[in-house]
Structure formats: C-alpha cells, structure tokens
C-alpha cells in the first residue's frame, strides 16, 4: 500500500535535488509515474501528471465525487499537478507537485488527517493541513503516515497498537509529529505497524509485534519506533499483514513476521522475529507487499513474486502458493511494480500498465471484474511524457577542427532511447544531423565530429525516442556552436 519510490540512505537529499531538478528543468507536470493498490481499487499518477482510479468505491476512495465503482481507471478531476499516490485499505493520500498533501476515501479512524475529530468519508481529495514540504506519503490499514523534506515524520489515524509510534495508543485525526529526529528518509504504513527509514540507513518499526513483524526478537507491541538491528544500509522498507520485509544497499532482501502461507519467501513456513535473509541474490532493487504476497523487481528489471497466490495474485499464470521467489514470465522489462491487497501491477518498458489478481470490483481497471491470473495490458500508458534531452555545453571551434557535442539523456521508466539524434541548425534550418542511434538514460555523452561548416552561429539540439514510443520532452533545450 504504498507508492514506488526508489529509495536509498540519504534519499531526502536525492529527493530534494529530484524535486528542484524537476522544478527548473521538466515542462509543467512531468514527474516519474506513481502506482498502487489498496483492498478493492487502485490508483496511478501518470508522467503528465494526471491521477487515475479504478476499483471499489463504497466510501469515496477513488476520490471522484461518488461512490460509484469504476472498471476502468477515471480521471480524478481534470488537473495535472498530481506527482504521488498510495493506496490505503479503504482511502487514498497523495501529494501535489506543489508539496501539498490530499486525502480521500473513508476515515472512520481520522486516516484522512482533517482534524477536529473528522471523521467522515470525503469522495473528493481535501488537502491536509497546509504545509507545502510534503515528499513523502503511505497509507496503511486505517491509519497514515508522512515524511517532510525537512526530515520530519507525521503520522495519523488509527492507533490500537501504537502503529501511530507517538507513545500512546490514542488515534488521531490530524497528523502529530513523531519524536524530534529530523532526519527521517522512508515511512511504511503496513497493517497494523509501520516501518520507517532514517537518512542514516538506520531502520525502525513500531506498532503490532504479535507475529514478530517489528523484527526485535519478541512479540511485545511498541507504541515507539524500535531499532531493528544495527545495521546501517536498509533501503526500501514495505509490509503487509503482519510481516515485514525491505532490500539493503547491498542488493540482498531481508524477511520477517508471519511466514504462514511463504510471504517471507524463505522457502519454508516458519515465522521469524529477526530479519532473516532471502536467498543468495544481490541484484533486489524493490520489494512491494500486499496483504499476504510480495512483488519484487531486481536490477536486471526481471519481475519475481512470492506468497499467497489465491486469486492469481503472483502473475504466475496459475493460482498456487509459492515460498520463494519465483519470476514472473521471462520479460526482462520490467521498470515498475506495486502490489494491492490481493492484487499487483507493473510496468513494461512499454510504459503501459499491466495488471494481475483480483478484480471483483474492478480493481484492475481492464473494463470487467474477472480475476487474471497473468499480467495483463489495461491500455493505460503511465510513462507518456518522453525522455528529458540536455545538451550540455556551448561549443566554440574553429573551421576544420574537432567539435565535441556534450549531451544526456534522462527518463525515469525507461533504460534506453531508441532514434537519438543531434541536430545542428541555423535558424529553422537542418544544416547537419547525426543519427546515433540507441542509446542508455542516466548518461551523459560526448560526440565529437570534424566541423567542416561555413563560418557563423549554429544553435545545436538532442532529439530521442524513449522504447515507450514516447518523443523528448519539450519544449526543447539547445546550446550554441560557434565556429570561427
């Protein structure tokens, strides 16, 4: 229940520099894609910017101003200044590109975070609070959780066994301040516990311990954010129901909690009250828990899951349980993936929405409510903005000498871009293209060329065709060549 992010020590930094990067460089909307699943619906940002809901709808939580159910995914409203979304059990928080954080859907519990004992369910998005620092966001069972680029963590809603962390087991319907650590990275509302990041690499949980899910080697409750272990290299922390689990810098994954149907992908199902470690891979980049299985991606973008497989909740084209991981299909594509209550999702580099598992209320958006069992395409394309082109500096050469063109490619979905080309032009003018063709995102390049055009001022640009089929963005950047 909780947004893809991909996060690391020192991931407030990164986020702030993601953020301002966006703000300078990025046309108006563009951010990376954001997917998620509740119990009964599902939810996407889209790299416009635009937020789309799918699924049951019985108190408002897909946020369209009824309570009517949708089979396929909806436009909430008609902006696109949406930039994150999670999906709690029965509501959904999201965060704006201007920092401000929403909530919809129900709130017995005060999960919505209006305050002033706010109880009721809202059908369309209300802003919590009015700060404009939000970066991070996750919603749980009945309760909410989340983190400011200041380092602060915020939680709210339902308390029964400490979840909240803040010493008490009162619920709150406004969000209350935990502690006054200001270096907070992560927070992960699972069921009923929450797990949370520091800066440092340092992990924390606190709520319900009765199956071990807080991993410190009991099954006693904490109403205050517990020390795992000593470890200082955690990343990504998730969970689900009463278990939880979370990848280290050094691309291994850890388990612990409830182990009684393989969540843990252990291979067994034995419970474990410490972070036990998941096989002999390095290569985990992101772990995603649903209620009882997990969905999980490596660095080679191939797709694994494990766990509870009921409702085909796995992908894996049948409905057994599995205990280790186990890879979904063969694709090795895969640039995201989220997981519902009993459902997931993920993304090709296609940059269409691919979903799997229950679907009784429509939960994944493919216009009817029979279960998959497999991924399948929803048609939905998330990743629709192109990649960011940047060449880098303004050259000056002389006639006849080596020019040295400095440019990179950025795109938050995609590895590659296909048809990448530099234009040279004088005026509206193409007076020389290069044709380079394929080339890797996160990069940055150089082509150098024996500059053989006249005298005078050229400006230069970087062109790109990401493999979702999606143009640069624009409008575009260029830089100016002199030759003497």
């Known amino acids: 229940m909780r947004q ?3 996060r690391a020590p020192l991931v407030l930094t990164i986020l702030a520099g993601l953020l301002l990067a966006a703000a300078l460089c990025a046309p108006a909307g563009a951010v990376p894609p954001s997917v998620d699943g509740g119990d009964m619906h599902s939810a996407v940002v889209r790299s416009d910017g635009t937020l789309w809901t799918s699924g049951g709808n019985g108190l408002g939580q897909l946020g369209l101003g009824d309570t009517v159910q949708r089979t396929s995914f909806t436009q909430v409203g008609s902006g696109s200044e949406w930039a994150v979304v999670d999906c709690g059990f029965m509501h959904t928080l999201a965060i704006r590109q201007d920092g401000t954080l929403w909530s919809w859907g129900g709130n017995a519990a005060g999960q919505l975070g209006q305050g002033a004992a706010d109880v009721a369910p809202h059908p369309t998005p209300v802003q919590v609070g009015a700060r404009t620092d939000w970066v991070h966001v996750s919603a749980g069972y009945m309760h909410s959780a989340a983190v ?3 380092g602060e963590l915020w939680c709210w809603g339902s308390n029964t066994f400490g979840q909240l962390g803040d ?3 009162i619920s709150r319907s406004a969000p209350t301040r935990i502690g006054t650590a200001d270096d907070w990275a992560d927070v992960a509302c699972c069921f009923f516990h929450t797990v949370g990041l520091r800066s440092s690499g340092f992990l924390y949980a606190w709520g319900l311990n009765n199956k071990g899910q807080l991993g410190d080697n009991t099954v006693t409750d904490s109403n205050t954010p517990l020390l795992v272990d000593s470890a200082a290299d955690w990343t990504i922390p998730d969970g689900g129901r009463d278990f939880t689990l979370s990848p280290k810098a050094t691309g291994t994954i850890w388990g612990w909690g409830w182990n009684v149907i393989g969540q843990l992908g252990l291979g ?3 419970d474990r009250h410490r972070p036990t470690l998941m096989g002999t891979s390095t290569l985990w980049t992101q772990a995603r828990c649903g209620l009882y299985h997990t969905i999980a991606r490596r660095t080679d973008h191939t797709l694994w899951a494990w766990g509870l497989n009921a409702t085909g909740q796995l992908g894996l084209g049948d409905l057994a349980n599995r205990s280790a991981a186990t890879q979904i299909g063969s694709a090795d594509d895969w640039l995201l993936a989220a997981a519902g209550n009993m459902s ?12 799997w598992g229950f679907n009784t209320t429509g ?3 493919l216009g009817d409510t029979a279960q998959r069992t497999s991924p399948t ?3 939905l394309r998330i990743d629709v903005t192109g990649p960011l082109t940047k060449p880098r500096k303004n050259v000056t050469v002389s006639r006849g000498r080596k020019a040295k063109l400095q440019y990179s490619l950025e795109d938050e979905l995609c590895v590659s871009c296909t048809s990448v080309k530099i234009r040279i032009k004088k005026g509206s003018r193409t007076v020389k293209t290069f044709n380079l063709g394929t080339k890797q995102t996160g990069r940055q390049y150089t082509k150098s060329f ?19 089929g999606n143009r640069q963005q624009t409008p575009l950047k260029s830089k100016k060549l002199t030759v003497r």
């Not at 997931?344 to 929405?353: E, F, N, P």
């Open 363 to 365: 939960q994944l958006g």
């Open 450 to 468: 024996t500059c053989r055009l006249s005298r005078g001022t050229y400006r230069w640009y970087v062109y790109a065709t990401d493999t979702a």
């Open 4 to 6: 893809p992010h991909r």
């Open 344 to 355: 997931s999702c993920g993304v090709q580099s296609d940059g269409v929405l691919r979903t």
């Open 148 to 150: 400011t680029a200041t």
């Open 377 to 379: 395409s929803t048609g």
């Open 167 to 169: 010493s008490t087991v």
């Open 268 to 270: 067994d199902l034995i």
